[in-house]
């Protein structure tokens, strides 16, 4: 930079055009500073953002053991190859399968001679040594009742007239409830589709049925399934502790959605095009029970008196915070889970003051592990929302009819997920209702231990509602 002359000696137009010339100077270096300064800014934001990314990929993969992902998302790990010196197995009784206790037929085998000696062997002296069965399927065959109605022209007034039919073999389709039952039965709760199910029935019942006929049960079905499951749902909407949850499946080609809600002694399934509260606030109304159990889902919030979070999602959340790093509050706060959820299974041996030591003492800790600060973002959002519905944890301890886990909801809707996988989903919206009111005929059966087959004959022959509930239960 040349040296700038003595003030003294400039004029005053040397010196106005001296200070214009440094201001501009000035002027330019701010401009540089604010650019260099608006660079590092985005410069930093760059690096904060990659960082961000970074720990985001950093973290382990989301599984259904550390997350609430269905188990078809998992990736399955490959099995140990089998171990080749491996040692013999200490020797033990056998278990074989359980003998009849009332068989068809028995055949006993007697010696006549010994075998070895040749000397004669008597009767009386012999014992069973060896007790087995041989099992076998007799050929099936549809028993078929041929209906004749005689008839012909009256002598007196000269009507033809024709008998009438005998009761519950009136005309119309030749396939009795049985039969009905056992196509609704195998279509729905074991996935078989029509066209298989038509060579099923022809192959192992020598039943000749076409796919149009297997239709036309299945829409004959409709009504009186959808009348049982009517009947579940007031017994549903009685009971003081209701267990939800939810999964997706398919209608004409959209997605919608199966809500499950398990009652005291019945289970009702309905399939929504949403997600939502509406679906609950619909079906319930003003109605709200004692308790609800769910996941933390946002839509599944509101609907008891008293809400119980599933233990086992939270179980999940934590594992993954855990493997995230932060051992600091979420390795403790698991361990205070799976000690909750073992106290759950004690409650019918306890009694109730010591449930309330018990509970007493749950809450002590968790006020303890949550003055603990977690490392992590995954941990830091699982505090947040531990904090925000700490009151929800431990509903079960206080009340014996409430599961600390929703997994009876999740098995009951295990069925579902198969059949969508198998089926892709339903082609009209009253497939999908039919299906519906079948699972809570099914899972009713089976929460009553119930056979689901002579429970789907009794309420496709039922003629009235109330006949259904009973056979239901």
């Known amino acids: 930079m040349p040296l700038l002359p003595a003030p003294a000696r400039l004029s005053h137009p040397e010196k106005d055009a001296l200070i214009a010339a440094l201001t501009a100077r000035l002027v330019l270096a701010d401009k540089r500073i604010a650019a260099q300064d608006a660079h590092i800014a985005a410069q930093d934001a760059r690096i904060a953002a990659l960082e961000a990314r970074l720990d985001e990929l950093s973290r382990p993969p989301k599984t259904p053991g550390n997350s609430s992902k269905p188990p078809s998302q998992g990736q399955k790990q490959d099995l140990p190859a089998p171990a080749t010196d491996r040692p013999p197995r200490k020797g033990r009784p056998g278990v074989g399968r359980t003998l009849h206790p ?82 609704v039965y195998l279509h729905y709760a074991h996935a078989i589709g029509m066209e298989r199910l038509a060579v099923l029935m022809n192959e192992l019942f020598a039943l000749s049925i076409s796919e149009g006929a297997i239709s036309n049960i299945l829409a004959r079905a409709r009504e009186p399934l959808l009348d049982a499951s009517a009947a579940i749902e007031k017994v549903v909407l009685a009971s003081p502790v209701v267990c939800s949850d939810e999964t ?37 109304g003003a109605i709200q029970p ?125 069925p579902s997920v198969i059949f969508r996988k198998v089926t892709n989903g339903f082609r009209c919206e009253w497939g999908a209702q039919t299906y519906a009111a079948f699972r809570s005929v099914v899972s009713t059966a089976k929460a009553n231990r119930a056979s689901v087959l002579d429970t789907v004959r009794f309420v496709i022959s039922a003629k009235r509602p109330g006949e259904m509930v009973a056979g239901a239960g």
């Not at 002694?265 to 929504?272: D, F, G, N, P």
């Open 248 to 284: 997706s499946v398919r209608v004409k080609g959209k997605n919608w959605w199966e809500w499950v809600f398990i009652g005291t002694l019945a289970v009702l399934h309905v399939i929504r095009p949403s997600r939502g509260k509406a679906v609950v606030t619909a079906l319930f």
């Open 290 to 414: 004692e308790v609800w159990v769910s996941d933390m889902l946002g839509s599944q919030r509101g609907h008891g008196v008293m809400w119980q979070v599933c233990l086992a999602h939270l179980l999940r959340d934590a594992k993954y915070a855990i493997e995230c790093g932060d051992t600091a509050f979420s390795a403790p706060f698991r361990w205070l889970l799976l000690r909750a959820i073992a106290l759950g299974r004690r409650r019918e041996t306890l009694k109730d003051t010591t449930l309330k030591q018990y509970l007493y003492d749950l809450d002590r800790r968790l006020d303890r592990i949550l003055a603990v600060v977690p490392m992590g973002e995954p941990g830091r959002k699982l505090h947040k929302r531990m904090l925000a519905n700490r009151a929800h944890l431990f509903v079960f301890m206080s009340n014996r009819a409430v599961p600390p886990t929703n997994n009876i909801s999740e098995r009951h809707l295990r």
């Open 102 to 183: 009332n068989p068809d037929r028995t055949i006993d085998k007697l010696l006549t001679t010994c075998p070895k000696c040749e000397a004669v062997f008597p009767e009386a002296s012999q014992t069973p040594q060896q007790v087995y069965e041989r099992i076998e399927l007799p050929p099936i065959r549809p028993d078929v009742t041929q209906i004749r109605l005689f008839g012909g022209r009256c002598d007196c007034c000269g009507e033809r007239v024709t008998a009438q039919a005998p009761s519950g073999l009136e005309q119309g389709s030749p396939f009795g409830h049985s039969i009905a039952a056992m196509v």
